[in-house]
T-cell receptor
Framework: NAGVTQTPKFQVLKTGQSMTLQCAQDMNHEYMSWYRQDPGMGLRLIHYSVGAGITDQGEVPNGYNVSRSTTEDFPLRLLSAAPSQTSVYFC?????????????FGQGTRLTVV | TQLLEQSPQFLSIQEGENLTVYCNSSSVFSSLQWYRQEPGEGPVLLVTVVTGGEVKKLKRLTFQFGDARKDSSLHITAAQPGDTGLYLCAAGVLYNNNDMRFGAGTRLTVKP
């Protein structure tokens, strides 16, 4: 009964460091996405994927990379962390793209860049 | 500028009171969703509304989609401490390949 699993739950990085946030889902969903959540800004879409091998940019993609080699996994990479990337990151999955299907979210990764 | 404007931003009420929160936009949406998020957790879907003027009820929660499909409201009757959380509305952006956009949310606190 896992749903969407994100790791790690908390992370502190120094400016310039790189890291990968992991996301896995076991519901065989085609659509997966990454959001960041900042106070007063709501959830903003970073990148998304409509299936294995297909990724695209969302609203705020700069500084982040993604890949989708399998249906289950959708990692988010920070190439060179900056303080502006301090945020809570959520991975989500759904059967297809759009608002007519339920999005299932992970528990989030709280990232602090110092 | 947010595509979806939610109001109020914060709301603190006593148990048993009624409340309404709003989600407004200048854009027309094919459908709109409401999610609730508790501290340390991801958002969880409450409802999807599709038809203009549609009203859906979920126990003490009543959701309405505006006739013009540009706005929505969530009304809670006899609020309970368990209703405490961040309420988010979300909609698909038709002109941008149906990317999902979220409002900033209404943070509700229900005091016992």
């Amino acid at each position: 009964n896992a749903g969407v699993t994100q790791t790690p739950k908390f992370q502190v990085l120094k400016t310039g460091q790189s890291m990968t946030l992991q996301c896995a889902q076991d519901m065989n969903h085609e659509y997966m996405s990454w959001y960041r959540q900042d106070p007063g800004m709501g959830l903003r879409l970073i990148h998304y994927s409509v299936g294995a091998g297909i990724t695209d940019q969302g609203e705020v993609p700069n500084g982040y990379n993604v890949s989708r080699s399998t249906t289950e996994d959708f990692p988010l990479r920070l190439l060179s962390a900056a303080p502006s990337q301090t945020s809570v990151y959520f991975c989500a999955s759904s059967y297809f793209k759009g608002p007519n299907t339920e999005a299932f979210f992970g528990q989030g990764t709280r990232l602090t860049v110092v | 500028t947010q595509l979806l404007e939610q109001s109020p931003q914060f709301l603190s009420i006593q148990e048993g009171e009624n409340l309404t929160v709003y989600c407004n936009s200048s854009s027309v949406f094919s459908s709109l969703q409401w999610y609730r998020q508790e501290p340390g957790e991801g958002p969880v879907l409450l409802v999807t509304v599709v038809t203009g003027g549609e009203v859906k009820k979920l126990k003490r929660l009543t959701f309405q989609f505006g006739d013009a499909r540009k706005d929505s409201s969530l009304h809670i009757t006899a609020a309970q401490p368990g209703d405490t959380g961040l309420y988010l509305c979300a909609a698909g952006v038709l002109y941008n390949n149906n990317d999902m956009r979220f409002g900033a949310g209404t943070r509700l606190t229900v005091k016992p």
